[in-house]
C-alpha cells in the first residue's frame, strides 16, 4: 500500500513538474553603431542649455529678435571640449593609460580656466572669437541628436541580429528576411579587452565580440559595440553548454 501510493505521489509530482521545465530563452546580441557612443553630446549639450536659460540674459540681435545667451564663454567652452573629446576616442585609437591621461589632462585645464575665469580672457585676443551659443542652439543641436541616436539605437542597429540558441547561432536581417545559421558545436567565442574610458564609460559597458567557427569551412565573424558584453558571454556559454535534446525533453 505503501509503495503503490509512493508510486502515486511520484506520478503526480513528474506529471506537474514538466510543464514547469523551463524553456532555454535565445540570447539576442546586437551590434550597435558608433553614434551610441555620442550620448555625452547631447547630454551636455541640455546641460549648457539649462545653463544659459537660468543664468543667461536676454540680448537683442535686431530690434524685432532676442535671444538668451550667457554671458560668459564657459558653457560653449566645456560644450566645445565634450564634442573634441567624443571625436578623438571615437575615432583615433587612443587606448588604455593614454586615454586616461588624455581625459584627465583636458578636462583639469577645462575646468581649471573656467573656474579662474580666464577664458574669456584667451578669446579676447583674437577679435571677434567667442564660444557663446544661445539657448535655442543647445537646445536644437542636442534634440536633433537625440533624436538620431534613438532613430540608431532602437530601430537601425536592430536590423541585423545574431539570436544564440542551444545547438545553434542564427544571424537574422530583418531587410530582406535573409537568415544564416551556425552550429554552436566548434563555435568559439572570445570577447576583446575593454577600454576603460571608451568602453566601460561611454560604451557603458559595451565591448566587441569575436566569433571562430571550426570546421572545414573555418570563418570569423566580428561583432563590435555589443552592450553588457561580459554578461553576454558568460550567458552564452552557460547556454552552448545546453545539449539540444535537453531542451526537447523540457518542452515535452
Do not use: C
Not at 74 to 84: D, W, Y
Not at 123 to 143: D, E, H, K, M, W
Not at 194 to 206: E, R, S, T, Y
Amino acid at each position: 500500500m505503501v509503495t503503490l501510493q509512493a508510486t502515486q505521489n511520484a506520478d503526480i509530482r513528474h506529471t506537474f513538474a514538466r510543464p514547469v521545465a523551463k524553456t532555454a530563452p535565445d540570447i539576442m546580441i546586437i551590434s550597435h553603431s558608433n553614434i551610441f557612443y555620442w550620448w555625452p553630446a547631447w547630454v551636455a549639450g541640455f546641460a549648457a542649455g539649462l545653463i544659459s536659460y537660468m543664468q543667461g540674459r536676454d540680448v537683442s540681435i535686431v530690434p524685432e529678435i532676442v535671444e538668451r545667451i550667457h554671458p560668459s564663454n564657459n558653457p560653449g567652452i566645456l560644450f566645445i571640449a565634450v564634442l573634441v573629446l567624443l571625436v578623438v576616442f571615437t575615432t583615433a585609437k587612443l587606448r588604455g593609460i593614454y586615454s586616461v591621461v588624455t581625459l584627465i589632462t583636458v578636462a583639469f585645464f577645462v575646468v581649471l580656466f573656467a573656474w579662474l575665469g580666464w577664458w574669456d580672457n584667451i578669446l579676447r585676443f583674437i577679435p571677434q572669437l567667442s564660444a557663446r551659443a544661445n539657448v535655442g542652439f543647445y537646445l536644437l543641436f542636442s534634440t536633433t541628436l537625440l533624436a538620431v541616436w534613438l532613430l540608431a539605437f532602437f530601430v537601425f542597429d536592430r536590423l541585423t541580429v545574431w539570436r544564440v540558441r542551444p545547438g545553434q547561432m542564427v544571424e537574422e536581417r530583418l531587410i530582406g528576411g535573409q537568415a544564416r545559421s551556425y552550429d554552436t558545436n566548434g563555435l568559439v567565442f572570445e570577447r576583446r579587452g575593454q577600454d576603460l574610458f571608451h568602453d566601460i564609460i561611454l560604451g557603458l559597458g559595451a565591448g566587441d565580440l569575436t566569433l571562430t567557427i571550426g570546421g572545414a569551412n573555418e570563418e570569423t565573424i566580428r561583432i563590435p559595440n555589443v552592450l553588457f558584453v561580459d554578461r553576454k558571454v558568460r550567458a552564452i556559454e552557460s547556454l552552448i553548454a545546453v545539449k539540444p535534446e535537453v531542451v526537447r525533453e523540457s518542452q515535452a
